[in-house]
């Protein structure tokens, strides 16, 4: 996808195509990383306010985490001049509702699907993980990382951290440490 809009725009035209898109991205990863939280907390808690707190909190800081800070930080060591964009602090008002919807999202599937849960999680996180991948590169390249084809194994390497991890920690790890001790019944 990133060659086809780099074939197509050049320059400064990429740098702004890939900004624009980076925020489409990046808002819908904020949907699926609600959702695949809110699905996986579900699973093993029935806990309202605690999934709540998981829905809002888990995406918030693991989408900011591989969308923006790591693309940063790459950036930064391959000594590009980034700057950094966080949305949550930009674009408030756009974020939370995908936010919101996803959480909804995450719960209703959760309610509707008990016998295809797992089949639902794992293809949101599938989602979540291409979606992710996309946000995370378009940052790079529209704070500056325009001729990143020269350097696609490095990206290669370095999109596999950047989205691979905070990514599994937002959709499996964190949403089922925080459920599990709230969903085991205490021992007599």
């Known amino acids: 996808?990133?060659?086809?809009?780099?074939?197509?725009?050049?320059?400064?035209?990429l740098a702004v195509a890939s900004y624009r898109l980076f925020h489409n991205f990046h808002f819908i990863h904020i949907l699926f990383a609600a959702t695949g939280a809110m699905l996986t907390f579900r699973r093993f808690s029935k806990n309202i306010f605690a999934g709540i707190a998981i829905g809002m909190t888990v995406p918030a800081?693991?989408?900011?985490?591989?969308?923006?800070f790591l693309p940063y930080l790459g950036g930064r060591m391959i000594g590009l001049d980034m700057h950094f964009h966080w949305?949550?602090?930009s674009h408030l008002s756009v974020v939370v509702p995908f936010l919101i919807v996803g959480m909804i999202n995450g719960?209703?599937?959760?309610?509707?699907?008990?016998?295809?849960?797992?089949?639902?999680?794992?293809?949101?996180?599938?989602?979540?993980?291409?979606?992710s991948?996309?946000?995370?590169?378009?940052?790079?390249?529209?704070?500056?990382f325009t001729n990143w084809w020269s350097h696609m194994g490095v990206v290669f390497m370095y999109?596999?951290?950047a989205v691979l991890i905070p990514c599994t920690l937002s959709d499996l790890v964190v949403p089922m440490m925080v459920a599990r001790p709230l969903w085991r019944p205490k021992k007599p």
Do not use: P
């Not at 996808?1 to 197509?8: C, E, I, R």
């Open 61 to 68: 800081f693991f989408c900011t985490i591989s969308d923006a």
């Open 159 to 161: 999109i596999i951290f």
């Open 87 to 89: 949305c949550f602090m």
């Open 107 to 131: 719960w209703a599937i959760s309610k509707h699907a008990t016998n295809l849960h797992l089949f639902y999680s794992l293809g949101f996180h599938c989602m979540h993980i291409f979606i």
């Open 1 to 13: 996808f990133l060659s086809l809009l780099s074939f197509l725009a050049f320059g400064k035209e």
């Open 133 to 144: 991948s996309m946000a995370s590169i378009l940052y790079l390249v529209s704070f500056g």
